[in-house]
């Protein structure tokens, strides 16, 4: 989420410069818009946004593409021109230009992630309630559909993740250990697994560093290792490879199937794993 804020950093400083005061209500000629853009800076957050507004009355766009890392990804200008246009911006807190006196903060909502992985089902909820709070404020002509929306949302969260859940328990997935990316700790804790080693991006792997891994690996019996798609698919290889163990690439955004179909896919990926070694 830091390197993420970074990304937003230029885009909103450039984007809340260029709008005009009345461009969130109306067009060119003065009429009432028929669909609001709500831009936000990545697919969690489109996602929640899509779920929660009615719609017809609002088109919902992510900046970051699902697969890419948001610390190496290029601000396109095409992405400016995007928030030049929208009613809303929708972004995670902790961006300083926004900070800065004089700053207009009409068509910016921050969202505060609190350092949480939103791919793990607890933190997706929180996190559906706190942008649902903000669009009612924003939009309160929509508040009750928003809200009504957002207790939907929830009820259709918590029935996928329950059969998820059972679909992980009956793989065998409970309390076995596995070494994964950072990235990955908290969706995985959800999955039942014990992360016992953690790692960061490629770039900061040192030799020393894999060695220990490989050693804790080899001590706690893991079952695993798990990728993160976004920082870094190949990361584990090495670790995999001299363990012995299968490896994993998670994602950390959802794709365009959604919130709860990549969550799905992200289970079927370590389930057939885990399957490989019980074999």
């Known amino acids: 989420m830091r390197k993420l ?3 937003f950093f230029t885009i909103v400083a450039v984007a809340l410069l260029g709008i005009s005061p009345g461009h969130a209500n109306t067009s060119k000629k003065g009429s009432s818009r028929t669909a609001r853009v709500i831009i936000t800076s990545d697919t969690i957050l489109s996602g929640m946004a ?3 507004l009615p719609p017809g009355g609002y088109s919902v766009q992510a900046i970051l593409p699902p697969g890419q890392c948001p610390g190496h990804y ?3 200008l095409s992405d400016i021109e995007k928030t030049k ?3 809303l911006i929708v972004a995670f807190s902790g961006i300083p230009f926004m900070d800065t006196p004089g700053t207009r903060r009409g068509t910016l909502l921050l969202v505060d992630a609190e350092g949480r992985n939103w791919m793990a089902p607890d933190a997706y909820l929180r996190g559906l309630g706190l942008l649902a709070e903000g669009l009612a404020k924003r939009f309160p002509a929509d508040s009750d559909e928003i809200m009504r929306r957002k ?3 929830i009820c259709e969260v918590r029935a996928g993740t329950k059969a998820l859940s059972e679909k992980l328990r009956r793989a ?3 309390g076995r250990a596995v070494i994964a990316s950072s990235m990955q700790k908290e969706p995985l804790a959800w999955m039942g697994f014990r992360v016992v080693g953690e790692y960061g991006r490629p770039e900061a792997i040192s030799a020393r560093e894999i060695v220990r891994l490989v050693r804790i690996g080899r001590s706690r019996n893991t079952v695993l290792v798990v990728d993160n798609l976004q920082s870094g698919p190949d990361a584990g290889k090495g670790i995999a490879e001299s363990l012995g163990t299968p490896r994993v690439v998670l994602t950390n955004f959802p794709s365009e199937k959604g919130y709860l179909a990549t ?4 289970v079927d990926a370590v389930v057939s794993a885990v399957r490989r070694v019980k074999q």
Do not use: E, F, H, Q
Not at 263 to 266: A, I, Q, R, T, V
């Open 50 to 52: 899509a779920s929660l």
């Open 5 to 7: 804020t970074k990304l």
């Open 151 to 153: 207790r939907d949302t």
């Open 263 to 266: 969550l799905g896919d992200n």
């Open 85 to 87: 246009k929208a009613d």
């Open 74 to 76: 290029d601000v396109k």
């Open 172 to 174: 065998g997935a409970s």
